[in-house]
């Protein structure tokens, strides 16, 4: 099983990235999908989930408005598009994998928040 981040870097208050997670060793459509993040001294926090069904979507309250999950099951990769990012969305962004108690995660992708 590989979860592999990438799309993280250095970015402005502001602006924009969008992150990838390509999965492989798991059947994907079958899996929830989420993004959490943990900033230093703080613990992980779910950021946005998307289900197997791929329509329905949770976002925590603080990105809601500001971040965008989605799949491509054909691609067996998760997204997260982020926007108006701010320096309290500094963090290392990790991807997850969820099933029936079985969880797979990533080994996450800083992003940096800051001018």
């Known amino acids: 099983v590989q979860l592999v981040e990438s799309g993280g870097g250095l970015v402005q208050p502001g602006g924009s990235l969008r992150l990838s997670c390509l999965t492989s060793?798991?059947?994907?459509?079958?899996?929830?999908m989420s993004w959490y993040r943990q900033a230093p001294g703080k613990e992980r926090e779910l950021v946005a989930q998307i289900l197997s069904d791929g329509l329905t979507t949770i976002y925590r309250d603080s990105m809601r408005g500001r971040a965008t999950i989605s799949r491509d099951n054909a691609k067996n990769t998760v997204y997260l598009q982020m926007n108006s990012l701010k320096p309290e969305d500094t963090a290392v962004y990790y991807c997850n994998a969820y099933r029936l108690g079985v969880h797979y995660w990533g080994q996450g992708t800083q992003v940096t928040v800051s001018s």
């Open positions: 060793g798991f059947t994907f459509n079958n899996y929830h």
